[in-house]
């Protein structure tokens, strides 16, 4: 029997009528994230084709800290993960997917820093061309 996956919407309406934490965490189990950051990374990075050495080219991250993550002994902060999604060469909409997988804060297009981040997603720019654009406004770079 194939079972039908539930939006975020269904999931928080039957939050707001549950009787319990647990029965809710027992009857939705099988549609609640339980995935770690690095399998959730290495996930994307299979689908990719990449190599772990293809993301630390391109994020702008130390080796050490990218093999870090990626094996679990280091756990990534928002900056970091969008300096690996920039890795990837992923487009907003990818960033922001990864980002909530990895149960940290989207990018949001009313913060200035994150539309700058966003414009370079958007047009496909290296990691470099954003934080030279992040420091012009004042803002803090991605490392």
């Not at 990075?45 to 002994?73: E, M, P, Q, W």
């Not at 997917?97 to 949001?108: I, T, V």
């Amino acid at each position: 029997m194939i079972t039908k996956e539930k939006s975020t919407n269904e999931l928080e309406n039957e939050i707001k009528q549950s009787d319990s934490a647990d029965g809710y965490l027992a009857e939705n189990s099988k549609y609640l994230l339980k995935k770690s950051v690095s399998d959730t990374l290495n996930e994307a990075l299979y689908r990719a084709n990449l190599k772990v050495s293809d993301i630390v080219k391109k994020s702008g991250l130390t080796k050490s800290h990218v093999y870090h993550i990626f094996n679990g002994k280091r756990l990534p902060s928002r900056d970091k993960l969008i300096a690996i999604a920039f890795g990837f060469g992923f487009s907003c909409d990818e960033t922001n997917a990864l980002l909530k997988k990895c149960r940290a804060a989207q990018l949001y297009s009313k913060d200035p820093r994150d539309a700058v981040i966003m414009f370079n997603l958007s047009h496909r720019k290296s990691i470099i061309d954003a934080n030279l654009d992040l420091e012009k406004q004042g803002f803090e770079i991605l490392k």
